[in-house]
């Protein structure tokens, strides 16, 4: 069972089961016999006896092959084999120990049985009995056991104090176990011990002069980051924050980042240095850091980041010198002087670069870099050229400039160019030549001085622009009052000839066809009022997905079947105040244009949805100040729109239809009324890709407002006015209210300084039955007034009139005859002159281009009222 060397067993394996010498020299002899007394038998004696014995032998031999297929019998060669890994696992130096059916042993080695200090099989101790100690050594013995009870391979860690072998204090020691099949049902695990201590000591020396290199890296005299790809912070010394007053605990993933403790032009130059597979890049840089308390720190960074073999930047590491008055004082003077210098050099927002005599870049500042997206660098071809950076355009006069202050010439002229870096940034580039004196080794001879002036240029587009369009606004108003005063005196003739023809007159038909084509032409008006945001409009409070889902049906016959339309409506839309009508109008225009932008067919896609102040800030759009609103957003999969076209879609007559397909009105007419309900419009179009127009209206959020004071009043918006009078003491019989004058009976000024429409109008008016007095200016209306020496039922003046305008004639009549009534037509809108009036004044209002009718019915009501 146990082999034995001296007095204790080396090793003990209840699994060896040596065959019996005895056993077979007793077989042997046995059928020795058997064949001796055979033969002193005779032949037919010996006969059945032989056969019985050669039955056995063959019976003998069948079970041999069975027991040989089974593996009961094993053969010399895996004997053979079994004993070299036995002689493996004998002298392992690590305990091993096999067990059966978690209690049986059937192996120990000698190691086991050293670290166990087992006499024998009596003695010898299993793991679980073996390893005892504290909570954490129980636990983890109870873990090891549950895994062989599961059939798990697991392996721990545990300190035992003493150790196993009583010589130290502790011991560190590593058990493992793993399942092993041992035949039949039965089931084993192989345990492995290890004794670990002095790896664990080792690395318990190596994390104490860990330690010690950081503790002396912490309190060294110069300060010391890590910084990386990305721009996080991921190690800082103790020195270093110190003198940046910060907490070393926020230092790491997802807590400084480098952009905490220096200018942003110095972060993008740190973070996006460039080098080649397996190199190491040291920039010195002069510069101010940032304390936490808004304080600046002047130190001098020696910055070096390796690149891998991929060419991807590693982290950094940069040591920090202290450059502030006092430190390091031998030199203190010209020390200060370039610490000044440098700071200025690194701190300035103008982009500054020394160049050669052919352009190339030698030395720049964090600005050149923010400016020109280039680093610095040298590369295999040389330093980069700035000629690279500079629109081809003006390349050449880049050249010249160069060429001269390389010369020696003082002044050059300052060249304003576009740089071929992302985003498409503008400069002014000044030339400077390089003192003789000055220049260095690497032969410097030009300083390069940029400006970035790309928000200028953009001002200055924008401003042109807005003059451009303003202009064109004031002339489209101007032209359209004109033109209303015309299509006025054409419209109101039809009328006055219509009503003398019957519709059997030959000449019937032809004047309505005059008053049809005038009709068409006041349309026109009021698109070209809409652009210089001068139509009448009816503001009212709108719920906006209401209004775009009565449009769907209406959109979708007006689409056709080759565009299909997308309607995504926003939950809890806020209210906006818009005029609904004019509204539908832009929805309208902007899904007729993204249906002829998809000649072949496609979809066009509405959506609404709130957008919070917050989230308009986020979106950083030109002219969009932080507010509350909600978006409207017409999308389409059309061709999109040319970037030199862009620029123009908005203006008035401007169009890229055919002939006779297009007024060019459209897109003026949406700009004008989101522009007059106080709304934002903006469009993002790529070629091939398509287009959206993106609409932003302010919230609407009501407020409480007071009583009004009981006071009569009559308000007049559009052709319908609308009285608000308070209502009579409740012990005062209430008046009755004059009826209506259906006799067309009264006295009317009429105030025009258009002759046309003036005669017109008072042909219609006198026509009915009034009195009619003229007056071709505000001038004259208040001297008819004076000689009659009384006030009369009704004016109806026109607002805009040379002299003296209707606002103005309101005024004047009213310190005279406090009650009279005002009737103001115009072709501008309401809001265009009401705001000239004193607050609460009471008139009505008819916009021009009107019929006849439209005029009597106006000035019937206000009489009446």
């Known amino acids: 069972m146990a082999d034995v060397r001296g007095t204790a067993p080396s090793v003990i394996d209840k699994s060896d089961r040596p065959g019996r010498l005895g056993m077979l020299l007793a077989l042997a002899g046995l059928l020795v016999a058997a064949v001796g007394g055979i033969a002193f038998l005779s032949s037919e004696q010996a006969q059945p006896l032989l056969l019985a014995v050669l039955a056995l032998l063959a019976m003998a031999g069948v079970f041999f092959l069975f027991a040989l297929a089974v593996g009961a019998v094993r053969l010399g060669g895996t004997s053979a084999r079994n004993d070299l890994t036995k002689a493996v696992a004998d002298g392992s130096p690590d ?29 010898l101790r299993p793991p679980e009995r073996l390893f005892s100690g504290g909570p954490d050594v129980s636990e983890a013995v109870y873990r090891l056991a549950q895994a062989t ?12 104090s003493p150790a196993l072998d009583g010589g130290r204090d502790f011991g560190w020691y590593r058990v493992r176990v793993r399942p092993l099949a041992t035949g039949a049902a039965r089931s084993g695990a192989i345990w492995s011990v290890a004794d670990v201590t002095h790896e664990r000591e080792r690395q318990e020396n190596v994390f104490q002069e860990l330690q010690h290199a950081i503790d002396y890296l912490d309190h060294a005299p110069a300060g010391f980051f890590s910084v990386s790809p990305e721009g996080d912070v991921v190690y800082m010394n103790a020195t270093l924050a110190a003198w940046l007053d910060h907490d070393l605990a926020k230092v790491g993933p997802g807590g400084l980042k480098l952009a905490d403790i220096m200018p942003a032009s110095v972060v993008a130059m740190l973070t996006r240095m460039d080098g080649r597979p397996g190199e190491a890049r040291t920039e010195t840089l002069d510069l101010d850091l940032a304390r936490r308390g808004g304080q600046s720190l002047p130190v001098r960074l020696h910055h070096r980041i390796a690149f891998g073999q991929d060419g991807r930047p590693g982290s950094s590491r940069t040591l920090v010198l202290n450059r502030s008055a006092g430190e390091n004082a031998g030199g203190e003077g010209q ?19 020394t160049l050669d005599a052919q352009s190339r870049i030698l030395r720049s500042n964090p600005s050149f870099l923010r400016l020109f997206g280039a680093p610095s660098r040298t590369g295999a071809s040389g330093p980069p050229s700035v000629l690279d950076y500079v629109s081809p355009a003006d390349r050449p006069r880049f050249e010249e400039a160069a060429r ?98 019957r519709p059997t007159d030959p000449s019937f038909q032809d004047i309505m066809q005059i008053k049809q084509n005038a009709n068409r032409a006041a349309s026109l008006v009021r698109q070209l009022l809409a652009f210089s945001r001068r139509q009448t409009l009816r503001p009212e409070v709108v719920r906006l997905g209401d209004a775009v889902s009565d449009l769907s049906l209406l959109l979708k016959r007006l689409l056709g079947e080759r565009v299909q339309l997308d309607l995504r409506q926003g939950r809890d839309l806020w209210p906006v105040k818009a005029d609904v009508n004019q509204l539908e109008q832009v929805v309208i225009n902007l899904a007729v244009n993204a249906r002829d932008a998809m000649p072949d067919g496609g979809t066009v896609t509405i959506t609404t949805a709130n957008v919070e102040a917050a989230e308009a800030k986020r979106l950083d759009l030109a002219d969009l100040p932080p507010a509350d609103y909600v978006r409207v957003a ?19 007559f401007f169009t ?81 209210p004059r009826a209506a004058d259906h006799t067309g009976q009264g006295t009317i000024l009429l105030v025009e300084d258009e002759d046309a429409v003036r005669a017109v109008n008072s042909r219609a008016l006198a026509a009915r039955g009034y009195t009619v007095l003229e007056a071709a200016s505000g001038f004259e209306a208040i001297e008819i007034i004076e000689e009659r020496g009384s006030s009369v039922d009704l004016v109806v003046s026109d607002v805009m009139m040379p002299e003296m305008d209707g606002p103005t004639l309101l005024g004047e009549l009213r310190k005279r005859h406090p009650d009279i009534r005002f009737v103001f037509v115009s072709g501008y809108a309401e809001d265009a002159f009401e705001k000239h009036l004193p607050e609460g004044e009471a008139f009505s209002f008819l916009p021009k281009p009107f019929t ?11 009489i009446a009222r």
């Not at 059966?100 to 099989?121: F, H, K, V």
């Open 149 to 160: 009870r599961d059939g798990r391979s697991t392996a721990e860690e545990m300190r035992l």
């Open 634 to 652: 017409v999308g389409d999969t059309g061709t999109g729109i040319p970037p030199d076209v862009l620029d123009k879609i908005f203006e008035p």
């Open 404 to 501: 001269a202050a390389a010369s020696g010439q003082a002044e050059t002229t300052p060249l304003d160019t576009a740089l071929t870096v992302e985003g498409g940034r503008q400069a002014r580039l000044w030339l400077a030549p390089v003192e003789k004196s000055d220049a260095g080794e690497d032969g410097e001879a030009v300083i390069l001085y940029g400006l970035d002036t790309t928000e200028q240029r953009q001002l200055e587009q924008q401003f042109a622009q807005a003059q451009k369009m303003q202009a064109v606004g004031q002339l489209a108003g101007g032209v359209a009052h004109d033109f209303n005063n015309v299509l006025q005196a054409i419209i109101g003739y039809s009328d006055l000839l219509l009503a003398a023809h």
């Open 95 to 123: 305990g091993i120990l096999v067990v059966e059916d978690s209690a049986r042993i059937l192996y120990a080695n000698e190691r086991y049985l050293a670290l166990s200090g087992a006499n024998g099989l009596s003695d």
């Open 335 to 353: 020390r200060a002087a370039e610490v000044r210098f440098a700071r200025f050099f690194n701190s300035t927002p103008l982009a500054i670069a």
């Open 852 to 862: 006849l009718k439209q005029l009597v019915e106006t000035v019937k009501t206000a």
């Open 656 to 736: 890229t239809k055919e002939l006779g397909k297009g007024t060019g009105l459209g897109l003026s007419t949406v700009f004008g009324i989101v522009k007059q309900s106080g709304g934002f419009i903006y469009v993002d179009s790529a070629v091939g890709a398509g287009t959206t127009f993106s609409i932003y209206l302010p919230r609407h959020e009501p407020e409480a407002e007071a009583a009004p004071e009981p006071a009569p009043a009559v308000i007049g918006t559009g052709t319908t006015p609308v009285a608000a009078a308070a209502s009579p003491p409740a012990e005062k019989p209430a008046a009755k």
